[in-house]
Antibody, heavy 123, light 107 residues
Framework: EMQVVESGGGLVQPGGSLRLSCAASGFTFSDHYMDWVRQAPGKGLEWVGRSRNKVNTYTTEYAASVKGRFTISRDVSKNSLYLHMNSLTTEDTAVYYC??????????????WGQGTVVTVSS | DIQLTQSPSFLSASVGDRVTITCRASQGISSYLAWYQQKPGKAPKLLIYAASTLQGGVPSRFSGSGSGTEFTLTISSLQPEDFGTYYCQQLNSYPITFGQGTRLEIK
């Protein structure tokens, strides 16, 4: 079964740091772009960033709201994606989802999502 | 950034109704548009990708159309399990953006 499972969420103080993990299984992790998407309480979905696939040397893109504070990385030996979050503010409080990007000509969508991990930034 | 505007923001409909949700992009995005359904406390589920391609396992009552700046998601005959919030997403250019969502209630 193809799946991704997030972990690492929790309560952190403003200005603090946290690392989220996303463990992938059931598919060739290196072949796929992977995204992070978040959802603040009672709000809509917000794209956070992307890690491209091996062919594209795992380069990354970020939303303006997190650029310079968040970093996406991979450990291909562990089939894992990470979101390193620094200088957290209360605005970063959200459920964070890891999601797989479809591959294929013309394909455009996130087809496999994890259950999400909750990050709460509060003093 | 490309803005996506969904209409309506809220929709109440009866079982069997034909329902249409519109997503308008602030600039052309070709067919790089996806639709998702999200139920409370759950992750989003991909319904449609590339504007009109039905994701595997999604009932055929769901369909998508459009290209450029105007897109629609149609549910041909609403079922009780179709409640939830629907989001469009553009994947044409960075930053990737989502519409604000359309909450669908079953009467």
């Amino acid at each position: 079964e193809m799946q991704v499972v997030e972990s690492g969420g929790g309560l952190v103080q403003p200005g603090g740091s946290l690392r989220l993990s996303c463990a992938a299984s059931g598919f060739t992790f290196s072949d796929h772009y992977m995204d992070w998407v978040r959802q603040a309480p009672g709000k809509g979905l917000e794209w956070v960033g992307r890690s491209r696939n091996k062919v594209n040397t795992y380069t990354t893109e970020y939303a303006a709201s997190v650029k310079g504070r968040f970093t996406i990385s991979r450990d291909v030996s562990k089939n894992s994606l990470y979101l390193h979050m620094n200088s957290l503010t209360t605005e970063d409080t959200a459920v964070y989802y890891c999601a797989r990007y479809l591959t294929g000509a013309g394909a455009a969508g996130l087809d496999i999502w994890g259950q999400g991990t909750v990050v709460t930034v509060s003093s | 950034d490309i803005q996506l505007t969904q209409s309506p923001s809220f929709l109440s409909a009866s079982v069997g109704d034909r329902v249409t949700i519109t997503c308008r992009a602030s600039q052309g995005i070709s067919s790089y548009l996806a639709w998702y359904q999200q139920k409370p406390g759950k992750a989003p589920k991909l319904l449609i990708y590339a504007a009109s391609t039905l994701q595997g396992g999604v009932p055929s009552r769901f369909s998508g159309s459009g290209s450029g700046t105007e897109f629609t998601l149609t549910i041909s005959s609403l079922q009780p399990e179709d409640f939830g919030t629907y989001y469009c997403q553009q994947l044409n250019s960075y930053p990737i953006t989502f519409g604000q969502g359309t909450r669908l209630e079953i009467k």
